[in-house]
């Protein structure tokens, strides 16, 4: 616990006098679970009649099968470009520590530790979407289901959402320990994640994924809630007034502002994780040599 803390409160210390540090950590932040308060509170949820026409329609068009293939295909190009933006975020904190220039070898490297480290979590992710699409239209075409179609689904859904959530964790600790040795040591994708695997179980480490894990939960939280306080005002005056009036205006422009600063306090929360992440496995390193 002791290395955590003294790791922790060093890049806390060092991140707060940088402001430097959080332009790329908005980028990771952003890239990786930054977006959802913001699509949360401006999207509007679906409805289940939506969702309903929505697989019908995709299902009964003509372009079927093809258009759910450009639809996925569109969706990993997206996810792609999301990994990179992290890898590339992760790479330019851990060179800007050191003080030294990012090279494009360090963000490969972090790349290609992060897409295995990711594999099991979007199978998880596929077995989910398929246990989905199996258990979905059987709750929703039950004349009675328990608690109503949505919460039934999940509750049937949670044993493969703990999966998801394990390996997505995992994922994290893997990607952020592995990358972080490759670039370090110089080493190739396999022999980092095998070091990763055996270093990540370590207290300190241990301890960072959890305490970093949950501090981006709560900062998603309280900036969902604000958001969506917030967007609730211009949200009525557009579907109510149907203009674009002052008022509205300068609704829009106070959201803009608390939303940029949500993503510099996110920034920040990201480049403290990435700076604690680099301290601790360097001091795990140095302690195996």
Not at 118 to 134: E, R, W, Y
């Amino acid at each position: 616990m002791g290395a955590w803390r003294r790791a922790a409160s060093t890049s806390l210390h060092e991140v707060s006098e940088r402001p430097d540090l959080w332009v790329p950590g908005a980028l990771g932040w952003i890239a990786s679970v930054g977006w959802i308060p913001f699509v949360v509170a401006v999207v509007p949820a679906p409805s289940i009649s939506d969702l309903t026409f929505l697989g019908a329609r995709l299902v009964t068009s003509g372009t079927w099968p093809w258009n759910a293939v450009f639809l996925g295909a569109g969706l990993l190009v997206i996810v792609a470009l999301a990994f990179a933006s992290v890898a590339a975020s992760n790479a330019t904190l851990a060179a800007m520590i050191v003080g030294r220039r990012t090279r494009p070898s360090d963000i490969a490297r972090m790349l290609r530790v992060t897409v295995p480290a990711g594999l099991p979590a979007a199978i998880a992710i596929g077995m989910l979407l398929l246990a989905a699409s199996i258990v979905a239209p059987r709750e929703f075409n039950d004349p009675d289901p328990a608690g109503g179609p949505l919460v039934s689904t999940i509750v049937r859904l949670l044993p493969y959402l703990a999966v998801v959530g394990l390996t997505v964790l995992a994922a994290i600790g893997l990607s952020a320990v592995g990358g972080r040795i490759a670039v370090a040591r110089r080493i190739g994708t396999a022999s980092a994640l095998r070091l990763a695997a055996s270093a990540i179980v370590r207290p300190p480490l241990a301890i960072q994924l959890v305490v970093s894990a949950l501090a981006a939960i709560a900062l998603l939280v309280i900036a969902g809630l604000l958001l969506g306080v917030l967007w609730s005002p211009i949200a009525a005056e557009l579907g109510i007034i149907g203009d674009f009036g002052l008022g509205t205006g300068l609704l829009l422009v106070g959201f803009v502002a608390v939303w940029l600063c949500i993503v510099l306090a996110g920034g920040a929360l990201h480049a403290w994780s990435a700076t604690t992440w680099s301290r601790l496995v360097a001091a795990e390193s140095l302690q195996r040599t």
